[in-house]
């Protein structure tokens, strides 16, 4: 070896061996845990160095070698200790299971958690217009089974819920408090996640979901809302949609968990939920969610192991939260109140009763997607702009008249400042 390449070649070990102790050698990388009788035993001396420099021109192309090697060891069994996990997780959706007659036989019936309407391992698609309450109801059914308390009459069985919330977050804290306020019961097992998620695209995401629902026992993930499930897919190609059930099922088969998943109506309310077709025939329990005015109703229009035409009538109660916003005004919101039933709400009513109905109807969408409540002034302001052939004594008695015979019949349910 020549001078200059000598001197280069120490300078350059010596400059990382005082940068980075001990890690250059792989036998001596956990140096610090053994004694000092063994620690002098592995340690370089200069003289040992330039020894063996002088000695091998190829020692240092060999030790660099020998460092990228071990490299790409440690990467490769990164790789294979992370694909060995997602198979394991994938598991149980990959494949098919062969049973005898006798071994079907002796299969467990699916269990009912909430009687004759859900089950274990179910796939559940809960649907409607906006403003229908949806996101209350799914709140208010996972608060109940989480507690084990009767859901609209039915008994229920302790069920932990995951709820991941795509849209609408700001509104979570709010809710759940208005939720435990009037209902007088502690915090439900829930746990909550927020931000992106691609339920058909991101293996990690499914993973995480599983993983989580291991850790905690959750025996119910609802994920709101299917739009929001699908960045940058469309609900209506049977691919996507395709990918959005293969996803939810891979976490349903390896879990065992009930997957309830949001969706809207579509542009005709009378042809069910929005978007392909398959996934109306993936679900195994719709529960579409329908209004008239202030009354709200769910009803179980598919189920595969249940009892269809199961009706779930409700109002949504404004409640004081005890929280403040953050100019330390009290801040509001609404909570499940189930009603006896839900008939013909227009019989009987008034012209200008039905007029002032329509009205609360139309500003329910654009107000209700934070709180899911429209404002009473708001309401005011539409029905005063629909009787605009009225003074302003004539439409104060109409009003008065028109919204406290809608509060006598329980379609309108008024609070401090919210309908």
């Not at 200790?81 to 071994?103: H, V």
């Not at 217009?129 to 996101?135: R, T």
């Not at 997957?259 to 579409?288: M, T």
Request: charge should be neutral.
């Amino acid at each position: 070896m020549d001078k200059s390449r000598k001197d280069g070649t120490r300078k350059r070990f010596e400059s990382e061996i005082v940068a980075k102790p001990y890690s250059l050698f792989p036998d001596v990388k956990d140096i610090p845990r053994r004694t000092a009788s063994e620690r002098e035993r592995y340690e370089f001396s200069d003289t040992r160095m330039e020894a063996q420099m002088r000695d091998d021109e190829t020692w240092w192309p060999n030790f660099q070698r020998s460092m990228r090697e071990r490299a790409a060891r440690r990467e490769k069994v990164r790789t294979m200790i992370e694909e060995s996990e997602s198979a394991e997780e994938s598991k149980p959706t990959s494949g098919l299971t062969f049973y005898t007659a006798d071994e079907l036989n002796a299969l467990e019936e699916p269990y009912d958690f909430v009687r004759h309407v859900l089950y274990d391992n179910q796939l559940v698609v809960v649907y409607g217009e906006p403003g229908v309450a949806k996101s209350f109801f799914v709140l208010d059914l996972c608060a109940r089974t989480g507690l084990g308390l009767p859901w609209f009459g039915r008994e229920t069985d302790v069920r932990p819920a995951l709820y991941i919330a795509l849209e609408g977050t700001g509104g979570l804290k709010r809710r759940l408090h208005a939720w435990k306020v009037f209902n007088r019961k502690p915090n439900p097992p829930l746990t909550f996640a927020t931000g992106l998620l691609s339920l058909g695209g991101d293996a990690k995401g499914q993973r995480a979901i599983i993983r989580h629902v291991r850790e905690t026992g959750a025996r119910i993930v609802v994920v709101d809302t299917v739009a929001r499930a699908m960045p940058g897919a469309s609900e209506n190609d049977p691919k996507d949609m395709g990918a959005l059930i293969a996803g939810a099922d891979r976490i349903r088969r390896s879990t065992g968990a009930t997957v309830i998943l949001i969706a809207h109506s579509g542009k005709n309310p009378a042809l069910g939920v929005r978007g392909h077709s398959s996934l109306k025939g993936a679900a195994d329990v719709e529960i579409e969610l329908t209004r008239k005015g202030e009354q709200r109703l769910g009803k179980v229009t598919k189920s595969k192991d249940g009892v269809e035409g199961v009706e779930f009538p409700f109002v949504l109660q404004s409640i004081e939260t005890g929280l403040k916003d953050a100019r330390g005004e009290p801040i509001q919101s609404a909570a499940v109140v189930e009603s006896e039933s839900f008939d013909d709400l227009d019989a009987g009513l008034t012209e200008r009763e039905k007029q002032a109905l329509d009205a609360l109807t139309s500003i329910t969408h654009a107000q209700a997607e934070l709180i899911g409540l429209p404002t009473k002034a708001a309401w005011r302001e539409a029905v005063k702009e629909a009787w605009s052939d009225m003074d302003s004594a004539k439409f104060r008695m109409a009003w008065k008249r028109a919204h406290e015979g809608l509060a006598n019949r329980g379609l309108a349910v008024e609070g401090e400042h919210f309908v």
